[in-house]
Structures are given as C-alpha cells and as structure tokens.
C-alpha cells in the first residue's frame, strides 16, 4: 500500500525523491552519481522525512526526521545515506546490494497532538493506513509510518507493538503517555 498526501509536493515529487536518495546511498559507495542534483525551489523548503531500504521484501535499514529542520533534499539524501550505512540494526549496505535494494521515500506532514482520554479512546481514534504515530511516555519515543499498518492492522497491536519499540512493555498505558499524529507521502522505486 502506498499511503498518499499530496499537498505541496508537485505531481514528479517520487521520481525525484527517489532519484536524490539512491544517488546519495551510490556517492558513498563510491559510484558516480546519475542525478540528485535537483535544484527546484520545493525541495529547498524544509521537508521531514523517512528513507526505507528494503531488500528481497525485507526490512534492511529506516532512518528519517519527524520535524522538518533543513531543505527537503539535504533531508533525503542525508536519511538514504543514514538508512543504508548507520542504522544500529544492520550491517553497512554493500556495494554488492547497492542495486538490489529497493527504495521507499515517505514525506511526513507535520505532527499534530491527538488528544485522549484513555487506551480505549486512543485505540478508537486511529484510522489504520492512514496515521503515522509518534508515541511518547516515560521519557521514551518511538514512531511507525502509515504503512506498518500493512502488518499490524489492528490499532491495540499497532500501538502494543509501538510501546516495545519505545523499550516499553507491549501494555503499558499511564497518565504520561502521549501521542502525535501525522500523514505520508510515500514513493517507492518499482519492484
């Protein structure tokens, strides 16, 4: 599934986020760059987002920004590279899966709090493949995309699964929990 929202990014946005990430990933291989040198005006404006790499389907590397803080293009290239050399999950991609790694590219629209009362109202308000979730208690953050909904589509899985990331147990819930919502614009190089 790819989750979609369009709003300020022009109709080639994919093609030349995707472009910009790859080149990026292949300069610090050492392989010369065939684009990402897209200079148009949006790219400059602050743009938050997640570079996914993924190869033979499985997860190989994520790594993003929840708050736009520099140009969208410096924000893609520094994410691909950080996704495919720095991730603490996995090993530095090589040059050998350089072109066998698919590449995903999600724009993130700016978090916006969700008020609750309690989990049940939580869990009630989430709109599955459609919300990025940003979750905070006791000092610790954890966030998924929109498309981890594609995996966990029940909302008490989604945020259980969620509370572990954040090093929390799977059913904690207390007054300090928080959470903030936002949307994608995601673009994936074809399979």
């Known amino acids: 599934m790819t989750v979609t929202n369009t709003e300020g990014l022009p109709a080639d946005a994919g093609p030349v986020l995707l472009d910009l990430a790859r080149a990026a990933i292949g300069e610090k291989l050492g392989r010369t760059a065939t684009g990402g040198a897209a200079s148009d005006d949006w790219l400059r404006q602050p743009g938050a987002c997640f570079v996914t790499l993924r190869l033979a389907g499985d ?13 969208l293009s410096d924000d893609v290239r520094s994410n691909a590279r950080a996704a495919a050399f720095e991730d603490p999950r996995f090993h530095p991609l090589s040059m050998a899966e350089f072109d066998l790694v698919r590449i995903e590219v999600s724009v993130l629209s700016a978090p916006r709090p969700m008020p609750f009362t309690d989990r049940a109202d939580a869990l009630a ?16 953050r954890a966030t998924f995309l929109p498309q981890v909904w594609d995996e966990l589509p029940e909302p008490a899985t989604f945020i259980g699964h969620l509370l572990r990331k954040a090093g929390l147990p799977g059913d904690y819930w207390g007054p300090d929990v928080r959470i903030e919502r936002y949307a994608v614009t995601a673009y994936e190089e074809p399979r």
């Open 59 to 71: 997860l190989r590397g994520c790594i993003g920004s929840l708050i736009a803080h520099r140009g």
């Open 125 to 140: 308000q989430l709109r599955p493949g459609v919300d990025g979730v940003i979750l905070t208690a006791r000092g610790r």
